[in-house]
């Protein structure tokens, strides 16, 4: 059974920094590129970054670029992504999905709140 | 960016008649050389992550009951739900995977009359 569980979200001063994690399971990781969404309470979905399955190719939304850093140890079949310079707007669950055609599978989501 | 536009906003349809929502993309999610339409359907219920339903535009995912449809080409997709269930009652969305970034609609609500 595939398996994705997100942690690291928290309460965060504006300016700060958090590492999120997206442990995976019942599939192989390193086959698979995977992505970052993440969904401001009562909003809409918002596709975030994707990274390709060695690690080698990143991509972000322009709105998190140069902020964000996703990242992936294959060893440990998990997913990263390091958040810094966070900003109010970046308020939200962020989920981690395995990406095919589509997004097949998600967490159940990790909450980031900033806000001093 | 590929804007997707999704139509209503939010939708009311008696149980066990048919729903449908509209996604319309700014450009063509077609991919000529696999003649593949680059779109997904997914289904959010409260409190619970997405759920994908629907990939190439109309292949239903694997354990999706077969009332979620989805057809539609280049711009203009539809996902129906030809008999609708209370479990049906949901926020739905569309998105392209055929070009970054990877946009969503901003999701149709569906719910019982």
């Known amino acids: 059974e595939v398996q994705l569980v997100e942690s690291g979200g928290d309460l965060v001063q504006p300016g700060g920094s958090l590492r999120l994690s997206c442990a995976a399971s019942g599939f192989i990781f390193s086959n698979y590129w995977m992505d970052w969404v993440r969904q401001a309470p009562g909003r809409g979905l918002v596709w975030v970054s994707r990274?390709?399955?060695?690690?080698?190719?990143?991509d972000y939304a322009d709105s998190v670029k140069g902020r964000f850093t996703i990242s992936r140890d294959n060893a440990k079949n998990t997913l990263y992504l390091q958040m810094n310079s966070l900003r109010a707007e970046d308020t939200a669950v962020y989920y981690c999905?395995?990406?095919?055609?589509?997004?097949?599978?998600w967490g159940q989501g990790t909450l980031v709140t900033v806000s001093s | 960016d590929i804007v997707m536009t999704q139509s209503p906003d939010s939708l009311a349809v008696s149980l066990g008649e048919r729903a449908t929502i509209n996604c319309k993309s700014s450009?063509?999610?077609?991919?000529?050389?696999?003649?593949?339409?680059?779109l997904a359907w997914y289904q959010q219920k409260p409190g619970q992550p997405p759920k994908l339903l629907i990939y190439?535009?109309?292949t239903r995912q694997s354990g999706v009951p077969d009332r979620f449809s989805g057809g539609g080409s280049g711009t203009d997709f539809t996902l129906t739900v030809s008999s609708l269930q209370a479990e049906d009652v949901a926020v739905y969305y569309c998105?392209?995977?055929?070009?970054?970034?990877?946009?969503f609609g901003q999701g149709t609500k569906l719910e019982i009359k």
């Open positions: 990274i390709n399955s060695d690690g080698s190719t990143t």
């Open positions: 450009q063509s999610v077609l991919y000529s050389s696999n003649n593949k339409n680059y």
């Open positions: 190439w535009a109309s």
């Open positions: 998105q392209q995977y055929y070009s970054r970034p990877y946009t």
């Open positions: 999905a395995k990406a095919g055609a589509g997004l097949d599978y």
